[in-house]
């Protein structure tokens, strides 16, 4: 496909997007009534139908069509196995997320971080919790930008350069952040989402088409050497593999704030349910689409230099008619810059909320917005910064960012269920998995052959509870914080 087209393509995309950015502004985010809960998280006034779309967006990005359908190319069935790993995972959203619910309406939480800062009596916590949550999720945003570079470059034949990918992504996710914040990122990406939906699944149903049907298809994978259609299958997935990329991928609706901010955004109680069940349907359908990809990819396009490469050469192949290919070359753009401008705006909110506001003494929403707009840029920068390394496999790549997120999970958990945590514990869960996964990660240790996807959780558990057992509990707001995420209202 040529580079004009393509660019065209996208001309007339963030036309209509910076059009329903620009219209979902209101009086909490241009500038009349300023504040952060406007801001960040929409004066939490969402319904469910587009709360649904949005968590979709945010949650699917460049990781699936782009690092789900190259692992599904290396690594065969087990791809699909580890994806729905994840999508039982999103079941705790449904015993966590009417607490997160009611405790941000209830004390004004605008950050998980800030939440658990509150539960534990400790600014530590908050401000450990928010800087943690940095190093992790810098690099995932990135991958999503470079999920953009190979995108566009593989689309175009090298006509468009990754950097001048990585760059363009950088640019439009923070216009969608500086036009309204939340609101404008949850209206673009209910816009994205349903877009990427229709396309994608067009684009699955010719693939099959073209390898003669869904049985044509499976036996066809079935003579592929190497066997993709069992487990370990290519030989990628090992039990010991596939355990340390699950673990924390099983979490992730808990350990990612930028997924886990969004349950203090919508109406009510009944909008969030809605938006669980909405995203549910979607992600299911969504997986099946990603693995047909890549299985299709394959089938058709054996021998690629790159995994991540699968889904942009299936694009530009004459398989997909050049109209649908960039129609859903824009879905997968789309649906990464949503992820991106998400933990953009997250990560904001807690450096401005958990550690600025702490640090500098000020508490007024107007200094900590103006603080979370600059600090935007420079997170931006540092991703961009990250993108230009071109690690490989997006979609590992993605994991190893939960695997240091998950130090949270501990806390959180004994946030809302046990009485006995306290901040020390919390601070030696976080800090001390935190040191613990970099190590592992930096020296290559596999303590007994097990990655740190399966060591974070067992240490940072350890750490939590043995702390918290030596330390003093702070009895009196816990109590109260937990019957507070236990009341009926609406």
């Known amino acids: ?50 709360s649904a779309l ?23 069935v087990g791809a699909f196995g580890f994806e729905i790993v994840y999508f039982v995972g999103v079941s705790l959203v449904a015993v966590f997320g009417p607490r997160f619910w009611r405790v941000g309406r209830a004390y004004d939480f605008i950050t998980p971080s800030e939440m658990l800062g509150h539960r534990y009596e400790s600014r530590a916590v908050a401000a450990s ?36 990918g990585t760059v363009f992504a950088t640019v439009v996710a923070l216009v969608f952040s500086y036009i309204a914040g939340m609101r404008s990122v949850m209206w673009t990406d209910a816009l994205q989402a349903a877009f990427m939906l229709v396309s ?40 010991a593999t596939f355990l340390g990329l699950t673990l924390p991928w ?50 058709t396009l054996p021998g690629l230099p790159k995994a991540d490469l699968a889904t942009p050469s299936l694009l530009a192949s004459d398989i997909i008619p050049p109209l649908l290919a960039e129609v859903v070359m824009i879905g997968i753009l789309a649906a990464a810059i949503s992820t991106i401008d998400s933990i953009m705006l997250t990560l904001s909110s807690m450096l401005s909320r958990d550690v600025y506001a702490h640090a500098a003494g000020h508490r007024d929403d107007v ?50 269920f046990w009485r006995r945590g306290t901040a020390a514990g919390a601070l030696a869960s976080i800090l001390g998995g935190s040191a613990v996964v970099l190590t592992m990660f ?18 940072s558990i350890v750490l939590f509870v043995v702390v918290s057992l030596c330390t003093r509990a702070p009895r009196a707001v816990a109590d109260e914080f937990m019957a507070r995420a236990c009341q009926n209202k609406q």
């Open 367 to 416: 200094r900590q917005l103006r603080f979370g707009k600059w600090v935007l840029a420079v997170i931006a920068v540092l991703a961009l910064m990250f993108a230009e390394l071109q690690l490989n496999l997006i979609a590992v790549l993605s994991v190893a960012a939960s695997t240091g997120l998950a130090v949270v999970v501990p806390a959180i958990i004994g946030a809302f």
């Open 54 to 76: 949005s968590y979709s967006a945010t949650t699917y990005s460049a990781f699936m069509m782009l690092g789900l359908a190259g692992l599904t190319y290396t690594a065969g």
């Open 129 to 164: 919790t928010a800087l943690t949550n940095c190093l992790f999720l810098i690099p995932y945003a990135a991958v999503q930008l470079a999920g953009v570079g190979y995108l566009l470059a593989g689309m175009s034949n090298g006509a468009i350069s990754f950097t001048t």
């Open 442 to 459: 930096a020296t290559g240790m596999r303590p007994l052959g097990l990655s740190a996807g399966v060591w974070v959780l067992p240490v």
């Open 1 to 50: 496909m040529s580079a004009t087209a393509i660019w065209i393509g996208v001309a007339v995309y963030l036309l209509i997007a910076v059009t329903v950015a620009w219209l979902s502004r209101d009086e909490s985010t241009n500038g009349r009534g300023v504040s952060m809960s406007g801001y960040f998280l929409g004066a939490r006034r969402f319904g469910g139908f587009v």
């Open 200 to 239: 994608a699944t067009a684009v699955a149903w010719l693939v099959v088409h073209h390898l003669g049907g869904p049985a044509a298809m499976f036996d066809q994978l079935a003579a592929v050497q190497g066997n993709v259609l069992t487990v370990p299958g290519p030989g990628f997935f090992s039990f």
């Open 250 to 299: 099983f979490f992730f609706s808990l350990s990612n704030p930028q997924v886990s901010q969004r349950l203090f955004m919508p109406k009510s109680l009944s909008a969030l349910r809605r938006m669980l069940i909405g995203f549910l349907c979607f992600g299911l359908v969504y997986t099946l689409v990603s693995v047909t990809w890549g299985f299709g990819a394959l089938l």
